[in-house]
Every structure is written in structure tokens, then in C-alpha cells.
């Protein structure tokens, strides 16, 4: 007797699909893994290229440029606002002298660079000085190129003296040689140990730089902790404050951020 042909493939197999035909494609455990590295590693290169390229954040850790500036501001830095150095790169990866599509910083910007000192450190200060002007402080009183900077006194600011006591700290507007206005504060007045100083040259390709707080900053004005500030040193214009932190409140206390982010602060410009 003729059995009927077993149709069915041997070995419980199944048909080959016919070309054409769609298939479900098989995922695995591990292709899930290896696309969140993928675009983790893309993330990173791309907040990379914008910290290295156009903006990098700054904490400010000091008052040496209050009240410009306060000890728990958060600023951004644009990078490309002076070209860019070797200074420019995170730990100065790729060494060369100079800079690329280099801009000269302007006289009152708020700038950002690394001491000259080579300690690594990096600071910001406002451009007072331009290569080849003379600088000199005389009875508290900015003088550039010979001539007096105009200031009008505008109020006070809570601050402490030397010995930790509480004042009211004079502030005083100056208007730089070219229109530039910002106001300074001067902790100490006729006592200063600033209030008058010999006369300074800048070098060729250097910057005179000063803080706004002039009784408690480092800063050009004395030679031998920071000097002048070669062009090459610079990373950056200080342009923005996009958050505030008042200094007391570490960052990671997130519960106190309502009553401790200073809001009237957050995404100002810098002037």
C-alpha cells in the first residue's frame, strides 16, 4: 500500500523563508548595552567639543571681583571670543606657542586665564591694562596713560574689614578710556596697601589685569604673584552667570537650593 508523502521537513526544521519574505530580527541583551555606550561616548564628545570650542563653565571661588562677581557664582566662558591657546585645551593636551584665529581682549572685558606663574591656576580679572599703556594708582585713584579714570561714589556693600568686622564697603563706578563702566569696591580706602603704587609699563602682547574688589585681589599690580598676562595665557571672555549659589550652601545640598540660589543672578550678563 502506497503511504501519502510526508510533506513536513525532517527533523521538526523549519522552511527556509523565501527571499523576500520578512524576518524578525533577534535582539540580545548585549546590542542593548553596547547602544546606550554609544550614544553615552557621543554625549560626552559633544559636551567635549563644546567645553574645548565655545563655552566652559567656571565656579568662582574668591571675592576678588566683587561685586561684579560673588564667591558661588557659576559663569559660562566663551572660548571663542579670543581665538584659541594651548590654554584652551583641558590640561594642555596639545602643546603650541601662540594663538589660532587669536582676537586681542578688549579694555574692561571680564576675562578669564591661566597664571603666568605656571602653578596652574586659573583666575579672572577685568582688562585695565593694554600692551604698551602705563598704569599707576594714586590716592585710590586708576590712572592709565596719564589720565585720571573717572569714578563717581554709587553706594556701599555689606562686606567684613581685615579683622573680620562688618562694614558697609564704598562702591564706586569707573568709566574706562573707551566708555566702559562697571563698578569697583574699595574696602579700605586711604589705607590701602593699593592705594598708591609706582608706575607700570605693560610689555608688548601683555595685559594689565585688576579685580573689581581692589583691597582683596592678586592680580597685576603686583608683580610677584601674578604680573602681566601674556595673550597666550587668556581662555576665555566671562560673559555669562547662569546659576548662583550663596557661598555658605555646598552645591550637593539640593533641599536648600529654594531659599540659597541667589534667582536675580542666574542667567545675567557680565559686565
Do not use: C
Request: hydrophobic share 40%.
Amino acid at each position: 500500500m502506497n503511504l501519502p508523502e510526508n510533506k513536513n521537513p525532517p527533523d521538526n526544521k523549519l522552511p527556509t523563508p523565501k527571499p523576500g519574505h520578512d524576518q524578525a530580527t533577534p535582539t540580545t541583551r548585549g546590542s542593548g548595552i553596547g547602544d546606550v555606550i554609544k550614544v553615552v561616548l557621543q554625549a560626552l564628545l559633544v559636551a567635549f567639543v563644546i567645553r574645548v570650542l565655545l563655552f566652559q563653565p567656571f565656579m568662582i571661588p574668591s571675592g576678588s571681583m566683587i561685586p561684579t562677581l560673588l564667591v558661588g557664582d557659576y559663569l559660562f566662558v566663551s572660548k571663542f571670543s579670543y581665538g584659541y591657546s594651548r590654554y584652551s585645551l583641558p590640561w594642555q593636551i596639545i602643546p603650541f606657542n601662540g594663538r589660532i584665529w587669536g582676537a586681542e581682549p578688549k579694555r574692561g572685558d571680564v576675562a578669564v586665564f591661566a597664571s603666568p606663574t605656571g602653578d596652574g591656576s586659573d583666575y579672572v580679572k577685568r582688562v585695565i591694562g593694554l600692551p604698551g599703556d602705563t598704569v599707576q594708582m594714586v590716592d585710590n585713584v586708576l590712572v592709565i596713560n596719564g589720565e585720571r579714570v573717572k569714578r563717581e561714589r554709587v553706594g556701599t556693600f555689606p562686606d567684613a574689614d581685615q579683622w573680620g568686622k562688618p562694614i558697609d564697603a564704598p562702591l564706586y563706578r569707573e568709566t574706562l578710556p573707551g566708555g566702559v563702566s562697571y563698578v569697583i569696591m574699595e574696602r579700605e580706602g586711604a589705607g590701602s596697601y593699593w592705594a598708591n603704587t609706582f608706575l607700570y609699563k605693560v610689555p608688548e602682547g601683555h595685559y594689565f589685569m585688576m579685580g573689581d574688589n581692589r583691597d582683596n585681589s592678586v592680580d597685576s599690580r603686583d608683580l610677584a604673584s601674578l604680573g602681566y598676562v601674556p595673550l597666550e595665557n587668556f581662555i576665555g571672555r566671562a560673559d555669562t552667570i547662569f546659576f548662583s549659589l550663596d557661598e555658605n550652601t555646598p552645591a550637593w545640598k539640593l533641599w536648600q537650593w529654594p531659599s540659597a540660589v541667589r534667582w536675580d543672578r542666574v542667567f545675567t550678563s557680565i559686565r
